[in-house]
């Protein structure tokens, strides 16, 4: 078919101007880097992401998956003239084979042309006061206790408050010098390290450029200059990135494949906006669902209620500092209810903003208008863009206040507008994401909800198989699967293998069977040699035929592993200490028995709240019992509500719920913390006041099981939080 006016322009503007800056290699090396991974047996996933998604070339070449026919693409976004620096295109590939394409990297271009980019890790409060207190020889249990007073990576240090409440007395001369001398130490660089991905490829050698160091990794080589440094010297970067979900998306794919549920890639089902699908997000059921399965996401969804691949692009973004500090989030989501109605100032303006009813959510929207309203030039525009980047040039933004309110009000829009659209870009100044990343994004949110609603178990395994990665613990994505019809198995040695499994019922239904991978500490090859000499009928013919170290079968009945041996946990653990370290060598040749028929020793039974905390400790979560159903005769009597209950309970009434501690997070400026308790009914939502965390801040960061008293507060979409008092 002929291309469209639009695209055949979009594309001999983008190669001329490829032409001219010759970055031809460029574009085509990052297209053999995807190639490369696409030719894999299986194919490595992975998907370009990012402002290069503007470039319609990317597109046709692969790299990206932002078709141009359905969306506006702004190349400027990507790449312009005023920009002395090659372009920067990011790839992300599966986080386990990502390595893949690094060696590929190595073997193409030759050690001596490809290196990763350095970058300078700074101290931070917290590594600040562990390694001052290592200097000044004070035991970690203090310092431990110490860094236990900071919240996050960022700050400027233990507070004196902080340490009255930690127990410390701030006048002591140790703890004086240690606070004094951690102070000072925040922000001083502390190691070179690698970057997350950015390799540095050269056409002459690059170590006649700069020195070439080997990384602790095996066969991984770094360079001491940095991402900025990179930039002022015009050196070509490609950004080879690592992104969980697809290691997640690909192994689901092959689990569906082996269950003989079809052969699917990232385009699966894309374009049938499957409205099963869309009813699942609307409900807030998104836990495990990339990018949207967050506390703040999971409440949004029901009030957004997105419909189609672009309200899942709005999504993605909108729940983010920058939009919510731009005021953008409120006047968005009255609109798209009805509650308000939108109004454009021009029809140059509805043209801009009109996928987003008026708010201007993306970087190319807050760019174009810049050019449409106030007559920008796109080099202005892309300064503009610059100083709206993430966590940089975060006091530049100011200077184009005036250029852009002058600009709007000469060609005639109302000054308040004008000063409230320079509000709402000024926003993006601490997180504002580029439509054409919120795009790419947005298919992987449809991907994953897609597997998560037709193949429940399927997704669940996925998800475990490819820890860590995400928000959630596996007892969280186990809890999930199970509350959506799945039956979970346990581990077990005659049954698990290393992953976690899927397998189908006498009933035609998929079930989950939790592998060997999810005992702490246990290894992959213990796993191999115990699935190659199944079936056992005792745990002394596991050991002799798996050649399992003491260390390893001490595990296994630690995680109550040996149902299938008739022994339970405590059986097992019993035998497991009876097993000799090697076997007698005529034993061996004998292949025979070694350990002689023990009289029942008629140990007792362990208690179901036993049983739970040894699963807590072995596997990180349990079958048998949530534990806060062992207490909930406690609570009960004191009155404090389950999660459950708290959702029938009117607004305004004062409760008291518990739970264990999911989620803590202070998102933007801090002024409130949000809390995500569950129990064994399921999760509630607690909101804090700074002014209330501070008062009781110690509790907040340190609780893994919190009684929270407070004011029941229902949105209209239904959404139940506890604010907390």
């Known amino acids: 078919a002929e291309l469209p006016e639009k695209i055949r322009k979009s594309i001999e503007t983008e190669l001329a101007f490829i032409r001219t800056e010759k970055f031809a290699y ?28 503007n470039s319609t070339v990317c597109f046709l070449l692969g790299v990206t ?22 372009p920067d295109i990011d790839v992300d590939f599966e986080h386990e084979r990502r390595e893949e394409v690094m060696q590929y990297i190595y073997r193409r271009y030759g050690r001596h042309r490809a290196a990763i980019a350095g970058t300078i890790i700074h101290y931070r409060p917290r590594s600040a006061v562990r390694e001052v207190g290592k200097a000044l020889g ?12 900071v919240w996050g990576s960022f700050g400027s240090g233990p507070d004196e408050r902080r340490l009255v409440e930690a127990g410390f007395d701030p006048d002591n001369p140790e703890i004086a010098r240690l606070k004094a001398l951690s102070e000072q130490l925040i922000k001083f660089p502390r190691h070179l390290s690698q970057h997350v991905g950015g390799f540095i490829l050269t056409e002459n050698r690059l170590d006649e450029t700069v020195p070439i160091h080997n990384g602790a990794m095996k066969d991984r080589n770094f360079i001491e200059w940095d991402k900025d440094d990179i930039d002022a010297l015009g ?69 957004m209620k997105p419909r189609s691949l672009y309200d899942l692009t709005i999504q993605v973004a909108i729940v983010r500092p920058g939009p919510i500090q731009g005021d953008m989030v409120h006047p968005y989501l009255r609109r798209r209810q009805g509650l308000e109605q939108v109004r454009y100032p021009s029809k140059e303006l509805e043209e801009v903003l009109g996928k987003t009813l008026g708010v201007p959510l993306f970087q190319e929207q807050a760019m174009k208008l810049a050019i449409v309203a106030a007559e920008f030039t796109p080099p202005e525009a892309n300064q503009l863009r610059r100083a709206m980047a993430t966590f940089r040039n975060l006091g530049m933004i100011d200077a184009f206040r005036d250029k852009l309110v002058t600009g709007m009000v000469t060609r005639g829009y109302e000054e308040a507008f004008a000063a409230r659209c320079f509000k709402q870009i000024e926003g993006f100044g601490s997180y504002g994401f ?32 490819s820890q860590p990665m995400g928000f959630y613990a596996p007892a969280q994505i186990v809890r999930d699967a199970r509350d959506h019809g799945v039956e ?13 499994q899927v397998f189908v019922r006498a009933d035609g239904q998929t079930a989950l069977r939790l592998g060997l991978r999810q005992i702490t500490g246990f290894r992959a090859d213990w796993a191999e040699a115990i699935v190659a000499h199944r079936p056992y009928a005792s745990l002394e013919e596991l050991t002799r035929k798996a050649g399992l170290p003491p260390r390893a079968v001490r595990l296994l009945a630690d995680a109550d592993a040996c149902r299938s041996l008739s022994r339970d946990r405590r059986e097992a653990l019993w035998d497991a200490r009876r097993m000799p370290a090697d076997a007698l060598p005529l034993f061996a040749a004998a292949d025979a028995r070694e350990l002689g028929e023990e009289a029942d020793m008629a140990l007792p039974n362990m208690a179901l709240q036993e049983h739970v905390v040894a699963d807590y400790q072995t596997l990180r979560l349990s079958l048998k019992a949530h534990p806060m159903a062992l207490l909930r005769p406690v609570f009960q009597a004191e009155k404090i509500l389950s999660c459950a209950d708290l959702a029938s309970v009117p607004a305004g009434k004062r409760v008291s719920v518990a739970g264990l501690v999911l989620v803590r997070q202070r998102p933007g400026n801090g002024k409130a913390i949000f809390i995500t308790l569950e129990d064994e009914t399921g999760v ?8 209330t965390f501070e008062a009781q801040r110690r509790a907040v960061m340190s609780a893994r099981l919190m009684q929270v008293h407070g004011e029941v507060q229902r949105s209209p979409e239904g959404i139940v939080h506890l604010l907390a008092h």
């Open 26 to 53: 460029y574009f085509l090396t990052v297209h053999d880097l995807v190639k490369f991974a696409r030719d894999q047996k299986p194919p490595i996933l992975c998907q370009g992401r990012g402002s290069a998604a």
């Open 65 to 86: 998956s932002v078709d141009p026919l359905t969306n506006t693409l702004l190349f400027s976004r990507f790449i312009s003239s005023d920009r002395k620096e090659p």
């Open 138 to 149: 004070l035991t970690e249990d203090i310092t431990t206790r110490m860094v236990s007073t």
């Open 235 to 303: 050196l070509m970067k490609v950004d080879v990135l690592a992104l969980g979900m697809l290691t997640c998306i690909r192994k689901a794919y092959d689990m569906m494949r082996e269950q003989g549920i079809g052969d699917y890639d990232l385009k699966v089902d894309i374009d049938s906006d499957d409205p099963n699908v869309y009813d699942m997000l609307c409900r807030g059921e998104s836990l495990g669902v990339f990018q949207v399965e967050s506390r703040a996401q999971m409440n949004m969804l029901p009030r």
């Open 434 to 465: 580029p439509e054409s990343h919120a795009i790419a994004f947005a298919r992987l949110v449809w991907v994953s909800a897609w597997i998560k609603l037709h193949e429940p178990a399927i997704f669940a395994a996925a998800l475990l198989n």
């Open 488 to 500: 979970v198995d346990p581990v077990d040695v005659n049954r698990s293998g290393w992953d976690n």
């Open 684 to 691: 509630a939502n607690i909101i804090l006041w700074a002014r």
